[in-house]
């Protein structure tokens, strides 16, 4: 079965400077995609950064940026110039390719920004 | 364009009664998830619905179920509610064609309180 690992249950940052969240998974699968969702106490889920396993460039939206580490089975997310809007909880997701749509999310990472 | 919209926002039930939670996608979207996400974790993948045929379902008991109508929209139902059914349920929903990109896009949830 497909596991995702967040082993960062909290973490803080200066604002305007940068962090990294960890997240590690297990799969068998060659195609797969990865997702760093962003939930703030609002509740809603939303999509910070989206990687496709099969391509080796990372991804980049903007302040946010991935370390794609395949062989590994890494997934880290960079926040540079981070601002006080990016305090929420981070979770790192799967979902095997073929259509599935069974997104497996890690336990989350607590991300506090400190003015 | 609106988004992802479920109701209730909150909901409380006691013990042993039913519930039943809605979803309404985005315009165009065909396919919906459904997500438990008890405090303190990540969420949990329950169902998913597509055409309005049941194309994925998680680890979760038959006191759970659900079904979409024919205008993409979903409900989901818990029977026979326990005390561990306390829980954050978002729905999800998404394009399922080439441009999808594999995105899921969530609601803000329904807070279900169990006494």
């Known amino acids: 079965a497909q596991t995702v690992t967040q082993s960062q249950p909290e973490m803080s940052v200066q604002e305007a400077e940068t962090v990294t969240l960890s997240c590690t998974y297990d799969?068998?699968?060659?195609?797969?995609?990865l997702f760093w969702y962003k939930q703030p106490p609002s509740r809603q889920m939303i999509l910070v950064i989206r990687?496709?396993?099969?391509?080796?460039q990372n991804a980049t939206e903007n302040r946010f940026s991935v370390n794609f580490q395949k062989a590994a089975k890494s997934f880290s997310l960079k926040i540079s110039d981070s601002q006080l809007g990016d305090a929420a909880m981070y979770f790192c997701?799967?979902?095997?390719?073929?259509?599935?749509?069974?997104?497996?999310f890690g336990k989350g990472t607590k991300l506090t920004v400190n003015p | 364009d609106a988004g992802v919209t479920q109701s209730p926002t909150h909901l409380i039930k006691t013990r042993g009664q039913h519930v039943t939670l809605r979803c309404s996608p985005i315009?165009?979207?065909?396919?919906v998830s459904w997500y438990q996400q008890v405090l303190g974790q990540g969420p949990q993948f329950i169902f998913q619905?597509?055409?309005?045929?049941?194309?994925g379902r998680g680890n979760f008991p038959d006191r759970f179920s659900a079904r979409q109508f024919p205008n993409y929209s979903s409900e989901l139902n818990v029977n026979a509610l326990l005390l561990g059914d306390s829980a954050l349920y978002l729905c999800?929903?998404?394009?399922?064609?080439?441009?999808?990109?594999?995105?899921?896009?969530f609601g803000a949830g329904t807070r279900l309180s169990v006494l």
């Open positions: 999800a929903s998404s394009f399922r064609g080439l441009l999808a990109k594999n995105i899921q896009y």
């Open positions: 799969t068998s699968e060659s195609d797969y995609y």
């Open positions: 990687q496709e396993a099969y391509k080796q």
């Open positions: 997701a799967y979902v095997p390719g073929g259509g599935s749509e069974k997104l497996v």
């Open positions: 315009s165009g979207h065909k396919s």
């Open positions: 619905y597509y055409e309005k045929e049941e194309r």
